[in-house]
């Protein structure tokens, strides 16, 4: 069992009205300018990552950024009426840290008593709060590149 894959998988897509020439040109600027590193590309892909690691930095300060993702550019049979190009975006929210210091709680409170029952649950909450913050920030950075 590897540590690095508890990840929570997440896909958001668009409909592009643009040329994907001009989207993937675009999602390169963004992701440089978001000082991303671009892991792979070609004309139907983009994969990048958030340069560094998560642990070395502050909760709230890594929290703008997505960890790591993957642009999907689906062309269209633009012969079908109101069929359109798909800008898809697939991203992954971490969660072994959460998952271990919520373990870590509810064991303790096992034998300590059940009002360490309360830090698990915020940390619960901390981590749902972090992955609808992801979301926004994933339907930012589309937005971005298709407008």
């Given at each position: 069992?590897?540590?690095n894959?508890?990840?929570?998988?997440?896909?958001?897509?668009?409909?592009?009205?643009?040329?994907?020439?001009?989207?993937?040109?675009?999602?390169?600027?963004?992701?440089?300018?978001?000082?991303?590193?671009?892991?792979?590309?070609?004309?139907?892909?983009?994969?990048?990552?958030?340069?560094?690691?998560?642990?070395?930095?502050?909760?709230?300060?890594?929290?703008?950024?997505?960890?790591?993702?993957?642009?999907?550019?689906?062309k269209?049979?633009?012969?079908?009426?109101?069929?359109?190009?798909?800008?898809?975006?697939?991203y992954?929210?971490?969660?072994?840290?959460?998952?271990?210091?919520?373990?870590?709680?509810?064991?303790?409170?096992?034998?300590?008593?059940?009002?360490?029952?309360?830090?698990?649950?915020?940390?619960?909450?901390?981590?749902?709060?972090?992955?609808?913050?992801?979301?926004?920030?994933?339907?930012?950075?589309?937005?971005?590149?298709?407008?």
């Amino acid at each position: 069992m590897d540590i690095n894959n508890f990840k929570l998988k997440c896909e958001i897509s668009q409909k592009v009205h643009i040329d994907l020439q001009v989207v993937h040109r675009r999602i390169i600027e963004e992701l440089q300018k978001g000082e991303y590193e671009i892991i792979e590309q070609n004309a139907k892909l983009i994969s990048f990552d958030d340069c560094g690691h998560q642990v070395y930095k502050v909760r709230g300060a890594s929290s703008p950024k997505l960890e790591k993702g993957v642009f999907d550019l689906i062309k269209t049979d633009q012969r079908i009426l109101e069929e359109q190009d798909i800008l898809k975006l697939t991203y992954y929210v971490s969660y072994k840290f959460v998952l271990f210091s919520v373990l870590a709680t509810l064991v303790i409170a096992y034998f300590s008593g059940a009002i360490l029952l309360v830090p698990a649950g915020f940390l619960f909450l901390t981590f749902v709060v972090h992955v609808f913050m992801q979301k926004s920030n994933a339907i930012d950075l589309i937005k971005k590149v298709i407008e």
